[in-house]
């Protein structure tokens, strides 16, 4: 009962079950501390020692649960308990795991609504009362697969505008790694996984001439792919000037340092890190996604190459390195993109008149 408020008419609760960070769980964060700071009440539920729990504003209240995985019916009754306690007007749970915990009684009245940022497998999520797509690809995915056209709406994402670096930190960060002054970086960030295309990156840099041969390639992240991705870098004799210094949680100094960011992912839903990199005012060269077809005007706002083409990624890097006043252009044309169509204020506000619709 200290939790509640005494408006209880626009209350939400939002559940996520992953244990670590990247794009879904970066913009779980980014979106309730929005919708906080904006007036409206939300709280987190989420596991034990996650890293939402230790990256979440503390002023948010919250709920922990076990959801060890998708068949833990005593997380499922917690979450019931939660909910119970609480008494939030809509249940907004985040990817499979919570949304497939997430079993609400219908008498109680409470709108559950389920959050899709990928073409998952979608037995899990036909349960819930209404479903958030957060591109337009992924809404008319759930319409064709049966979904009631009515109850599927479409929300971007949104990134905040960043802080402008610590200038002493980039230079840290410069002796750190070991890249001269003068050395173009280029910048790759996500997860260590097949699906991304690190391994495609690193054989399109592998392969640079003229101007990108002097360049350095950061990626940024951990996974899987980790020690494969290191065995590559001396494979590729490019030892010195690749470097894989893990996750980072402070990303704006490593966006200052970098004069291009490239997304070579196989397959991306959407690319939060196209956004992220449009905010911190950097060209973006990236596979031809899903995500980079919506957010990407070739030529306009950004550069779009063949997947799984370590040839053409190549030649569109070297290009670019090679032309500053077109990565300055590009990177122009993206920021101003994002303000336009990936605000705070506006994502916000779409999330707020859902609601409202939906418990009015």
Request: hydrophobic share 45%; net charge positive; with cysteine.
């Amino acid at each position: 009962a200290s939790l509640m408020s005494a408006d209880p008419s626009l209350r939400i609760l939002h559940v996520i079950g992953s244990q670590h960070g990247g794009g879904a769980e970066r913009f779980y964060v980014r979106l309730l501390e929005a919708m906080a700071a904006g007036g409206m009440e939300v709280a987190a539920l989420h596991r034990p020692r996650c890293w939402v729990a230790e990256n979440l504003d503390a002023s948010i209240p919250r709920f922990r649960v076990a959801m060890r995985n998708v068949v833990d019916l005593p997380s499922v009754f917690a979450i019931r308990g939660a909910v119970s306690r609480w008494r939030p007007a809509i249940v907004q749970s985040w990817m499979g795991r919570a949304t497939r915990l997430t079993r609400l009684p219908k008498r109680k009245g409470v709108v559950h609504l389920a959050r899709l940022g990928g073409f998952y497998k979608l037995s899990g999520y036909r349960h819930a009362d209404g479903w958030i797509a957060n591109t337009r690809a992924i809404r008319d995915y759930l319409v064709e697969s049966g979904f009631p056209r009515e109850r599927v709406h479409y929300i971007p994402n949104f990134v905040t505008s960043p802080a402008p670096a610590d200038p002493v930190e980039v230079a840290a960060l410069r002796r750190q790694t070991g890249i001269p002054d003068g050395v173009p970086v280029i910048l790759a960030l996500g997860r260590l996984v097949p699906k991304k295309g690190f391994q495609d990156l690193l054989a399109a840099f592998a392969r640079l001439r003229g101007p990108g041969r002097e360049a350095a390639l950061i990626v940024l992240g951990a996974g899987p792919l980790e020690e494969e991705l290191r065995g590559m870098v001396v494979r590729e004799g490019a030892a010195g000037r690749v470097f894989l210094p893990g996750w980072q949680d402070r990303l704006a100094p490593w966006f200052s340092m970098a004069d291009l960011f490239v997304c070579p992912s196989r397959h991306e839903p959407l690319g939060n890190v196209i956004l992220e990199a449009w905010s911190h005012r950097l060209p973006v060269i990236s596979t031809a996604t899903h995500g980079a077809g919506e957010l990407i005007s070739p030529g306009e706002n950004g550069v779009v190459v063949p997947v799984e083409d370590p040839v053409a990624l190549g030649r569109a890097i070297e290009r670019l390195l090679s032309a500053p006043a077109e990565r300055q252009e590009l990177a122009a044309a993206g920021h101003g993109f994002l303000l336009e169509h990936f605000s705070p204020a506006r994502v916000v506000g779409d999330y707020e008149q859902l609601y409202r619709r939906l418990i009015g």
